[in-house]
């Protein structure tokens, strides 16, 4: 029994307005978008900007209300729950945002952050609260006397991490990541993505990981759904995406991305022409604007996400008949048995770190 | 590197006065250089100073906030001792810089072409005529379709990856000599990112102007640079040779940054991380500026600044450890 169940999301938002408040355009955000999610696992959304992402992840959570489409959760229908209901589902559903510096109060400090989730749900009595927001900071690898500072005081990263800690305060099932690194420096990007990880496999908990970054994506999730204005073009698990993409927008994205190998040999499909406004989406598949594939039956009749037996589905009319994508795909390439030596010092610290502590020991706040 | 650079940057040292009296050590003896037709990649992550070295080279810091001293010549010049008459002449003519945000970056209440066409006369003169027919030349260079009639557009009617072409066409207007790309494609999506990364390697090929790419993203690096220098807390780490640098970092940060990124060409359980934080650059430690966060640090490592010294042809470390292949074998 799948955690979260999607199915025909559909969200058009009015562009303009005439004089008497007839909606004269609609930006198509989100038009027909099914998926699962099971429990413990994490399905990543990908695209570029204004592919109905973040609208989605809104969506599921119901921050904003979908024109059509159902969404359950837990075997619920999340769009029949009433004001009460609601209340009680955010408490199984978390998200957290991107720019960590727009996402947390600078007025309250760090612990009153943290105990207001546990008193608006009224998880714990409030004698205990205190020492609920010294587990939860523990948790995400913070110093508990940290509670008593603002979020002023500290860095990108370790607001991320108080980001979520709030999003675990209420023990979700479910947690919406929209962009979390997009905001952070490489090296503590890669602090957030393990830490992110090893609360999934000590939790439990589900992800929807909304990312523009492949290479991202890749490392941590285990199903992934490519779109394409305000639709799935193709959806598969990791793996098989990475080693097999089908549909020749997932190609052009996976060939876009520069790796950090000189001279790297790989054909490289460069996308002609700009993204197609979602106001006014081409005919027939969206993608065809820009597709090197396209034929006359893309540009009338919109392809369907059709699965093959394995599970890896692809909106695409030609699918059969594209080239095999090997040219595209990188070429595996570790680092030399030294460099890989190397570059395992970096990581030994946190392996030896007790279970409270995850990640950085030195969680002091930026001098100010 | 050939025997007379374009560009060369000897022990810059730049220092901002806050308004409470506190003095940040941005920039600390940096050398730099970049020939002719070459790319210089300038990596390091937010604050460590690579963009106020780009500055400096511009000549855009604040004057009377900044403390600068050591020497950037080119061409004859010593820019930090140019007169601003003449910075303004070399500016946009001779060395022209592309910005990040491309929305900011151009002016909102002008047309693109008026943008352009204001730069092509302050700097090559002529008349308005000649100047519109070379602007619309240069959109067309850079891909912009149908460049007669976007000419007349403002900046808001176009896509973000558009007005970025726009800023290149601005900077390449008087053919310079040095162009200094400051992180022009990370506001941009991946798609649209390939394709004005694609741009700037067919420009330098057309051109053989130098180019200083600023950058975090060592993926862009590795596609366009040549020669790469890493920057940590104010001060050059490491400089090498493109590929020498992926396949044989030599100092810790870097092997740090190459093993925290996810990669699409192998897949890593767990990335590596760089504990701790950037120190203070109001109070810069005694001796190696990295040596809170390595995993290879001795007892001398935090008593004297360690020098950059050359580990093999062309690839210099500041690290006393280096090479790095020695702590492993």
């Known amino acids: 029994m799948a955690l979260l169940e999607v199915n025909g999301l559909v969200k058009h938002f009015v562009a303009q307005r005439s004089l008497f408040g007839r909606a004269l355009a609609h930006v198509k955000a989100v038009d027909g978008v099914s998926f699962s999610l099971e429990a413990g696992k994490t399905l990543a959304l990908v695209g570029e900007s204004g592919c109905g992402k973040s609208t989605v992840s809104r969506l599921v959570l119901r921050l904003i209300e979908p024109d059509a489409g159902t969404v359950r959760f837990d075997s619920r229908d999340l769009l029949a729950l009433d004001a009460d209901a609601l209340r009680k589902f955010r408490r199984e559903a978390q998200i957290i945002f991107q720019d960590p510096y727009a996402s947390l109060n600078p007025r309250m400090t760090v612990g009153q952050i943290l105990t207001e989730p546990l008193a608006l749900h009224d998880l714990v009595p409030s004698a205990q609260r205190r020492e609920r927001v010294a587990e939860i900071l523990r948790l995400v690898g913070l110093e508990p006397r940290l509670a008593r500072r603002y979020p002023h005081e500290f860095s990108g990263g370790q607001r991320q991490r108080i ?152 909106a695409c009319h030609r699918v059969s008949e594209l080239p095999p994508a090997d040219t595209i795909l990188p070429v595996a390439a570790g680092f030399t048995p030294e460099l890989a030596k190397l570059v395992a010092a970096f990581s030994r610290k946190t392996e030896g770190a007790a279970p409270a502590g995850v990640g950085i020991q030195s969680a002091r706040p930026t001098p100010t | 590197m050939s025997a007379s650079p374009l560009i060369e940057i000897s022990d810059l040292r730049i220092r901002f006065h806050g308004d409470d009296g506190r003095v940040t050590h941005a920039v600390d003896s940096v050398d730099l250089s970049v020939a002719n037709g070459a790319t210089l990649g300038l990596v390091g992550e937010s604050g460590c100073g690579k963009s106020v070295t780009s500055l400096a080279i511009m000549g855009l810091l604040p004057k009377q906030t900044t403390e600068i001293s050591g020497a950037i010549r080119f061409d004859g010049f010593d820019l930090l001792k140019t007169p601003d008459q003449t910075l303004r002449d070399l500016r946009g003519n001779r060395l022209a810089m592309i910005f990040q945000e491309p929305m900011t970056s151009l002016n909102p209440s002008f047309t693109i072409g008026d943008q352009i066409i204001e730069t092509i006369l302050r700097h090559r003169g002529g008349s308005r005529r000649s100047a519109r027919d070379r602007a619309i030349e240069l959109l067309r260079r850079v891909h912009i379709p149908s460049p007669e009639r976007r ?103 870097t092997v740090g940054l190459l093993g925290s990124i996810p990669r699409l060409d192998h897949r890593a359980e767990q990335l590596a991380t760089i504990e701790g934080m950037v120190p203070n650059m109001a109070q810069p430690p005694a001796g190696c500026r990295f040596a809170a966060r390595c995993p290879f640090v001795l007892n001398d490592c935090t008593r004297a600044p360690p020098p950059l010294v050359e580990v093999s042809p062309g690839h210099l470390s500041r690290c006393i450890r280096a090479p790095l292949e020695r702590l492993v074998s």
Do not use: W
Not at chain 2, 188 to 212: C, N, P, Y
């Open chain 1, 163 to 314: 980001a979520i800690a709030r999003a675990l305060a209420v023990e979700p099932k479910l947690i919406i990541c929209d962009e979390p690194v997009s905001a952070l420096d490489v090296s503590i990007r890669s602090q957030i993505l393990n830490l992110l990880r090893e609360l999934q496999d000590r939790l439990g908990l589900a992800y929807i990981f909304v990312s523009h970054d492949l290479a991202v994506v890749k490392h941590i999730a285990d199903r992934v759904a490519v779109m394409n204005l305000g639709q799935i073009v193709e959806e598969a698990d990791v793996d098989e995406l990475f080693a097999e993409p089908r549909h020749p927008y997932s190609r052009a994205l996976l060939s876009a991305i520069p790796l950090p190998q000189p001279h790297a040999r790989r054909a490289k499909i460069v996308l002609q022409g700009e993204i197609p406004s979602a106001l006014n989406p081409p005919a027939g598949c969206r993608f065809h604007t820009r597709c090197p594939f396209v034929i006359d039956r893309c540009r009338t009749e919109a392809p369907a996400l059709v699965a093959d037996g394995a599970g890896h589905a692809t």
């Open chain 2, 151 to 253: 000419i007349d557009e403002y900046p808001h009617k176009l896509s973000g990856g558009m007005r970025q072409r726009v800023m290149i066409a601005m900077a390449l207007a008087c053919d310079p000599q040095l162009l200094i790309a400051d992180e022009p494609t990370t506001a941009l999506d991946v798609t649209l990112q390939a394709q004005i990364l694609e741009l700037m390697r067919e420009l330098k090929a057309a051109s053989g102007a130098a180019i200083i790419l600023i950058t975090h993203d060592l993926g862009v690096v590795a596609e366009v640079c040549d020669e790469v220098a890493v920057m940590y807390a104010g001060e050059i780490v490491e400089r090498a040779p493109v590929d020498e640098l992926f396949s044989a970092p030599q100092h810790p940060y």
